[in-house]
């Protein structure tokens, strides 16, 4: 069974804080993703990484930068947390061989007052 | 304007009964289209997937549905179980953008005794 985990699942920061998601997977996929999802709005992708090192911005990278420095970790970083970042932080993998499989971690809630 | 719109936003079904979620999409070029099912304070899992050439998948009581001619997808869930309580999320991916999968805003089912 593939498994994606991320840090924390709750995390309380204030206002300018560095904050920092971990995520790691075990199952050597290439291909890594961090959403926030938001009541009504569903899933955005923030950026996403198809290698080490190699990094692209997603639909809502602003306010957001990412680290992929070993295969099976993808950090997202918040330089200064600010309160409308306050969600919920999914972090997946992706299968791409056979067919393509998003496998996503149990998710970080963070509030930021 | 988003892609996947799902329907309806939220319902509220008896134990035992039958349900049907809508999933329309306009991504193109169409790749492949996925059913979700993420618990509360959970991740993402995946319960179908469907190519082009694919009009019915079923996992147990889930059975997605697929016209790729009217780009209309479908969930229907059978003799519900309070198990089923849930948001179930369609995700459309195109064939010359994996990395940057479509999601709906989901539908939240509640299943009452």
């Known amino acids: 069974d593939v498994k994606v985990t991320q840090s924390s699942r709750y995390l309380v920061k204030r206002t300018g804080e560095k904050v920092f998601l971990e995520c790691v997977q075990d199952?050597?996929?290439?291909?890594m993703f961090w959403y926030r999802q938001d009541p009504g709005l569903g899933l955005r992708l923030i950026y996403f990484?198809?290698?080490?090192?190699?990094?692209e911005k997603g639909d809502i990278p602003e306010g957001y930068s990412v680290s992929r420095e070993k295969k099976e970790r993808f950090s997202l970083i918040l330089e200064s947390a600010s309160t409308n970042q306050t969600s919920m932080y999914l972090c997946?993998?992706?299968?791409?061989?056979?067919?393509?499989?998003?496998?996503f971690g149990p998710g970080t809630r963070l509030l930021v007052l | 304007k988003n892609q996947v719109e799902q329907s309806p936003q939220s319902l509220i079904i008896l134990e035992g009964k039958n349900c049907t979620l809508q999933?329309?999409?306009?991504?193109?070029?169409?790749?492949?289209l996925r059913w979700y099912k993420q618990d509360t304070g959970r991740g993402p899992v995946s319960l179908t997937i469907m190519t082009f050439s694919e009009n019915t998948k079923s996992n147990g009581r889930y059975t997605a549905t697929l016209d790729a001619d009217t780009k209309q997808s479908s969930l229907h869930i059978t003799a519900s179980q309070l198990s089923d309580s849930a948001s179930y999320i369609c995700?459309?991916?195109?064939?010359?953008?994996?990395?940057?999968?479509?999601f709906g805003a989901g539908t939240q089912v509640v299943v009452t005794p």
């Open positions: 199952m050597d996929h290439e291909n």
């Open positions: 990484s198809y290698d080490v090192k190699m990094k």
């Open positions: 995700v459309v991916s195109a064939t010359d953008s994996w990395g940057k999968l479509q």
């Open positions: 999933c329309n999409y306009t991504v193109s070029p169409f790749s492949n």
């Open positions: 997946a993998s992706l299968k791409t061989s056979p067919g393509f499989t998003q496998y």
